[in-house]
């Protein structure tokens, strides 16, 4: 059974109206409603699977964040552009703050934890994914857990980063009080997220990556995520792009799109198209993925 939600899960109004349906085609070929908050823009997935029944959802072959080494030759570029992205990552936390204490929740296979231990950060993951835990947890023993509960409210830290897990999570509220009472004051919390607002998600509709239903239970813009800082009494202190996010949310599109093009069409429209829309980006900040840095007030 699915569950149905009757008011946002962001800022509790009851006030939503369907938004879009679209199909889940990555794993089961089904086809998910999408709401809109007419209160603070919040999308979300509504029914939506609950969390006992969500795994089936991410049990397919292509769900990279989760394994360690993939043969395919899209699961060789990811892997490629997985390392410059942890290189840049750990470029932003050593800019924002001395080194510290840092929690990655949705930490995968802990690479980045990993990265940013050798640099001299006292490291914590949490990772739900039971297969993803047991990778990380043989590079970076007692250091990962399986969820937040297993932290106590007394650990602060001085860096949490949610690269692409905030849409998600469950329990949004919840979870983003419990992380607000873990941050130190001067902590930053950082949320990256695909944007439904992009060019890219313009340009390719109902085939656009970045939806991942039901894995991607919201989509935030940028007044979901102001609405989001007000209820926890947060501040944005910088927006961000994620540059390398719209060629890759612009492969798995055009294969979602045009099944049968082949590869090298797939590769050359998605690169052509990555590019385009980072062209168009530019002028207002509105990249394919949103990394917005938060802090208390
Ligand atoms: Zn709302």
Same mark, same amino acid.
């Given at each position: 059974?699915?569950?149905?939600?009757?008011?946002?899960?962001?800022?509790?109004?009851?006030?939503?109206?369907?938004?879009?349906?679209?199909?889940?085609?990555?794993?089961?070929?089904?086809?998910?409603?999408?709401?809109?908050?007419?209160?603070?823009?919040?999308?979300?997935?509504?029914?939506?699977?609950?969390?006992?029944?969500?795994?089936?959802?991410?049990?397919?072959?292509?769900?990279?964040?989760?394994?360690?080494?993939?043969?395919?030759?899209?699961?060789?570029?990811?892997?490629?552009?997985?390392?410059?992205?942890?290189?840049?990552?750990?470029?932003?936390?050593?800019?924002?703050?001395?080194?510290?204490?840092?929690?990655?929740?949705?930490?995968?296979?802990?690479?980045?934890?990993?990265?940013? *231990?050798? #640099?001299?950060?006292? +490291?914590?993951? %949490?990772?739900?994914?039971? /297969?993803?835990?047991?990778?990380?947890? $043989? !590079?970076?023993?007692?250091?990962?857990?399986?969820?937040?509960?297993?932290?106590?409210?007394?650990?602060?830290?001085?860096?949490?980063?949610?690269?692409?897990?905030?849409?998600?999570?469950?329990?949004?509220?919840?979870?983003?009080?419990?992380?607000?009472?873990?941050?130190?004051?001067?902590?930053?919390?950082?949320?990256?997220?695909?944007?439904?607002?992009?060019?890219?998600?313009?340009?390719?509709?109902?085939?656009?990556?970045?939806?991942?239903?039901?894995?991607?239970?919201?989509?935030?813009?940028?007044?979901?995520?102001?609405?989001?800082?007000?209820?926890?009494?947060?501040?944005?202190?910088?927006?961000?792009?994620? *540059?390398? #996010?719209?060629?890759? +949310?612009?492969? %798995?599109?055009?294969?979602? /799109?045009?099944?049968?093009?082949?590869? $090298? !069409?797939?590769?050359?429209?998605?690169?052509?198209?990555?590019?385009?829309?980072?062209?168009?980006?530019?002028?207002?900040?509105?990249?394919?993925?949103?990394?917005?840095?938060?802090?208390?007030?």
């Amino acid at each position: 059974m699915s569950e149905r939600l009757n008011k946002c899960p962001l800022c509790k109004s009851g006030l939503f109206l369907n938004h879009s349906e679209i199909k889940d085609f990555a794993v089961s070929g089904e086809t998910f409603v999408i709401c809109k908050c007419q209160s603070c823009d919040l999308l979300f997935t509504n029914p939506r699977p609950k969390q006992s029944e969500i795994n089936p959802y991410y049990d397919f072959q292509e769900y990279y964040s989760h394994k360690d080494e993939s043969k395919s030759f899209t699961g060789y570029i990811y892997n490629q552009v997985r390392k410059l992205n942890i290189k840049q990552k750990l470029k932003l936390i050593n800019k924002l703050h001395n080194k510290g204490k840092l929690l990655d929740y949705g930490c995968g296979t802990a690479e980045f934890l990993q990265a940013a *231990k050798e #640099d001299g950060w006292k +490291v914590k993951g %949490l990772e739900p994914n039971d /297969k993803a835990r047991a990778l990380s947890n $043989i !590079k970076l023993p007692n250091k990962i857990v399986g969820e937040l509960e297993e932290l106590k409210n007394s650990q602060k830290f001085d860096v949490i980063t949610l690269f692409h897990v905030l849409e998600h999570i469950h329990k949004l509220r919840k979870t983003l009080k419990k992380l607000i009472t873990i941050l130190n004051t001067d902590g930053y919390i950082i949320i990256a997220v695909p944007n439904p607002e992009s060019p890219d998600a313009k340009l390719y509709g109902q085939n656009w990556a970045g939806w991942d239903v039901p894995r991607h239970l919201y989509h935030f813009n940028e007044k979901s995520i102001q609405t989001l800082c007000k209820e926890f009494d947060l501040e944005i202190k910088e927006k961000k792009p994620m *540059k390398f #996010d719209s060629y890759y +949310v612009s492969l %798995l599109s055009e294969k979602y /799109k045009n099944p049968n093009q082949g590869l $090298i !069409k797939n590769y050359l429209k998605a690169f052509i198209n990555g590019m385009k829309s980072n062209l168009k980006a530019k002028k207002e900040i509105n990249y394919s993925s949103n990394l917005f840095i938060l802090q208390k007030k």
